[in-house]
């Protein structure tokens, strides 16, 4: 029997300009469309996430020019630090696109001709007033400042009048197409506010759009017309075709095609709403389902953005905090579609309160006092009491609740429902008060109920929190003795009673740090790491290599403790270890069987990096390594005396 195939969610994210490095504000909709499609996987949905980088158009020909580099020199240093914001945000995307990947400008090239062939693209001049820094003609009616110029109404930046030959999009013939596929598909723009303005600037009428440039070099040549290059934006907007395979795979690009959402910021919602829909009517594709346009993260009341040079390194947040509670916040403190001010201080009490107080507490009580009381395994327990009922009961309130959420965007609503359960579990402690119960022997089974209760609440709430705090979920599953990846499971599977009886929990550690705020504040006064200078000469060449501290604290190095060690089988060197490592267990492969007997290693702890990359050695998986001396060859193993904690830290 063929399998039922699964429903398709195509998510994007704009590509960012490689002009500069990212800030909080792209950090956002990358974390909203992360969410989106890890909550989507969950509910058993066929994801594709697309993320990617805008590298053509003058605005970044200009910034190279500035650093005294070649354009696609500046690209390949800011790519670099998109991927790298990606990985520390934990971001799932599955493909990153570059405009300047000849697979991208290939495909343009080929649109581009095929709507001159149908007679949408044709040749004309044009003369009107420029923003390069937003890359767009200004409209009409934006007025003229009294020394004769204009000014760009979003980015406050002189306009430039430009004046040449061009090619032309026959954007007023799509006025009435767009109007009638507006009026069939309400949802196409949301929220619905941006619908309004979307229809009423088409209802008032539509110019054909100029849609390439001979001033400006760094661009896809028009084909069969070099000395024009394509308009940054008609390139950009392709890349959510190039990238699922279009004039390359088309099985996957039929597959995916169209989009489930576009997610942007409202601010390039007319480059999404109106061009983007007619381009594609007149290549004859259908538009996305849905044009997302959220609202500005603003930094002292004003939009974030280089230009307006207050922007915000989300490193400054990443470093003392971690992924998650960036995650966490940015997508609790406003609904997608609204504008939030980012503050410091607003920031702090959040984390600590919904997350080290609310959740970060209860995980923690909850599990030592399973740890003290049970020796981590909570066995018989009396029955269902009313009020433990209603904690199970309201579990599978919440869950439909949070499913639905989830699935209309509604985030931060989500977010605020899960919070409003975590405090009822507080409170149901708080009442019941294990503490005291666990005075009583007689009161064993009813304290087991209790905890339990507390545990299956926790484990569900980890569920819950998975899309947007994934891997504070995942050490929670972990904790509560789940194996393997949460993201395995799936929301229809998801119950109360899922948490086995008898199942060995861990030892938690703190699940979110809690942070000085003068130290904080501090952090707010640096500036965001620049780009890096062109290379200098290594000084210390023939000496050392040199890594930097940040490089050092990628490393995840914890105290690990051997719980059985065995030979891997036809081999001589190799020993296969099963270790604890506080949150989890893993199994690792180290070449260290000449020097030691698998029966002399159980009970050591040692030092090992858990963040390494899985690998297969030998056709047995190592999820991590050892440190060791290698002496002659042999590996000689730093063990740790006296009484460290499985888990700390080394660093
Ligand atoms: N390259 C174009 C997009 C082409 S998509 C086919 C572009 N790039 S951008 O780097 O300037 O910005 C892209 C997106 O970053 C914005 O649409 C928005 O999603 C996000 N943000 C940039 N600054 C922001 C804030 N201050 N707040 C929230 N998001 C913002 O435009």
């Not at 390949?76 to 945000?89: C, I, M, P, T, Y």
């Not at 915000?312 to 992924?323: C, E, H, N, R, T």
């Not at 949150?583 to 002399?600: C, F, L, M, S």
């Amino acid at each position: 029997m063929a399998r039922k195939s699964k429903p398709i969610f195509y998510i994007t994210t704009p590509i960012y300009y490689v002009n500069d490095v990212p800030h909080i504000g792209h950090a956002y909709t990358t974390i909203i469309a992360d969410a989106l499609a890890r909550f989507k996987k969950l509910a058993g949905y066929d994801v594709f996430f697309l993320t990617g980088t805008d590298e053509h158009g003058q605005k970044v020909e200009k910034a190279a020019a500035e650093k005294g580099l070649k354009p696609l020199e500046l690209a390949d240093k800011v790519v670099v630090r998109f991927k790298d914001l990606w990985e520390a945000l934990n971001i799932s995307y599955d493909y990153f696109i570059r405009t300047t990947e000849p697979n991208h400008e290939k495909g343009v090239q080929t649109l581009f001709k095929k709507l001159a062939d149908k007679g949408d693209i044709y040749k004309g001049t044009y003369k009107g007033w420029y923003c390069v820094s937003n890359e767009h003609f200004l409209a009409d009616d934006v007025p003229l400042e009294k020394e004769g110029t204009k000014i760009c109404p979003e980015c406050n930046i002189q306009a430039t009048i430009i004046e040449e030959a061009t090619y032309f999009f026959r954007l007023s013939a799509y006025a009435q197409p767009l109007l009638d596929f507006y009026a069939k598909n309400p949802n196409f723009v949301r929220p619905p506010s941006r619908m309004n303005e979307v229809v009423s600037f088409v209802r008032s009428g539509l110019k054909d759009l100029s849609i390439t440039r001979t001033t400006v070099k760094w661009g896809i040549p028009v084909p069969g017309d070099p000395v024009h290059t394509i308009y940054v934006w008609f390139d950009a907007l392709h890349n959510y075709l190039t990238g699922i395979g279009y004039d390359r795979n088309m099985v996957r690009f039929k597959k995916y095609w169209p989009a489930t959402l576009h997610l942007i910021g409202k601010d390039i919602l007319r480059f999404h709403a109106i061009f983007w829909p007619a381009f594609l009517m007149a290549a004859g594709f259908p538009p996305p389902e849905c044009v997302y346009g959220h609202g500005w993260w603003l930094k002292d009341n004003t939009k974030m953005s280089k230009s307006r040079g207050n922007v915000l390194d989300p490193y400054a947040i990443i470093k003392p905090f971690g992924q998650d509670p960036l995650r966490y916040f940015l997508l609790r403190e406003i609904p997608i579609g609204h504008d939030g001010n980012f503050s410091h201080e607003g920031f702090l009490h959040r984390v600590n309160s919904d997350l080290a107080n609310d959740l970060g507490n209860l995980v923690h009580r909850t599990l030592t006092m399973i740890r003290n009381y049970f020796q981590g395994k909570i066995g018989l327990r009396e029955n269902e009491t009313p009020e433990d009922e209603k904690i199970r009961e309201d579990f599978a309130g919440l869950k439909a609740r949070v499913f639905d959420l989830y699935n209309g965007y509604a985030v931060s609503r989500a977010l605020e429902e899960i919070w409003v359960y975590i405090g009822a579990v507080n409170k149901y402690l708080a009442e019941n008060a294990p503490w005291k119960l666990a005075k009583d022997a007689a009161k064993r089974a009813r304290l087991a109920r209790v905890l339990y209760q507390a545990a299956a609440a926790i484990r569900g709430v980890s569920f819950l929190v998975y899309p947007v705090m994934p891997a504070s979920a995942q050490k929670i599953w972990n904790y509560l003795g789940e194996r393997g990846a949460l993201e395995k499971h799936s929301f229809a599977e998801l119950d109360f009673n899922g948490l086995k009886p008898g199942q060995l929990m861990m030892e938690p550690t703190p699940l979110f740090p809690r942070v000085d705020l003068k130290e904080f504040l501090a952090e707010e006064a640096k500036p965001a790491a620049p780009l890096p200078t062109p290379a200098e000469p290594n000084k210390t060449e023939g000496i050392m290599d040199y890594i930097s501290f940040d490089e050092f604290k990628k490393m995840d190095l914890r105290v690990a403790h051997i719980l059985k060690a065995e030979k891997v089988e036809g081999t001589q060197k190799l020993l296969k270890l099963q270790i604890d490592i506080g949150t989890e267990q893993r199994q690792i492969v180290a070449g260290i069987a000449e020097t030691y007997k698998p029966e002399d290693l159980v009970g050591k702890k040692l030092v090992v990096i858990v963040n390494l990359k899985p690998a297969v050695i030998r056709g047995v998986e190592s999820q991590g390594m050892l440190l060791a001396a290698v002496i002659n060859d042999k590996a000689i193993i730093p063990f740790f005396e006296g009484d460290v904690p499985v888990g700390a830290q080394v660093k």
